[in-house]
């Protein structure tokens, strides 16, 4: 059965960091591009970044750009999204995602593309 399990998220000072994971089971992992997204309160889900199955492609909002960065360890199932300045819009619950690639270096920040979503991490960035 494909799982995936957010962790890391918290409360945070603006401009401080987290790291959150997405670890993954279930699947062959380095088959799937994973992404990320996040919801705040009555806001609709957006999305903050995504890798390619390869590795070797990342996309991010341009919200987040040179603030976050998207990694990926396939020995350890792991998808890590690295927060750093992080700004009281930042905000949200963040859940991860995975789809089986076509092509291997590319991915999608488009959230009907994801067939499978974990059960999300709270973030909360105040003073």
């Known amino acids: 059965q494909l799982q995936l399990v957010e962790s890391g998220g918290g409360l945070v000072q603006p401009g401080g960091s987290l790291r959150l994971s997405c670890a993954a089971s279930?699947?062959?992992?380095?088959?799937?591009?994973i992404g990320w997204f996040r919801q705040a309160p009555g806001k609709e889900r957006e999305g903050v970044s995504c890798?390619?199955?390869?590795?070797?492609?990342?996309n991010y909002a341009d919200s987040v750009k040179g603030r976050f960065t998207i990694s990926r360890d396939n020995s350890k199932n792991t998808v890590y999204l690295q927060m750093n300045s992080l700004k009281p819009e930042d905000t949200a619950v963040y859940y991860c995602?995975?789809?089986?690639?076509?092509?291997?270096?590319?991915?999608?920040?488009?959230?009907?593309?994801?067939?499978?979503w974990g059960q999300g991490t709270q973030v909360i960035v105040s003073s």
């Open positions: 995602a995975a789809v089986r690639s076509i092509i291997r270096s590319m991915c999608s920040m488009t959230s009907p593309v994801y067939g499978y």
């Open positions: 279930g699947f062959t992992f380095d088959y799937y591009a």
């Open positions: 890798i390619s199955s390869s590795g070797d492609n990342t």
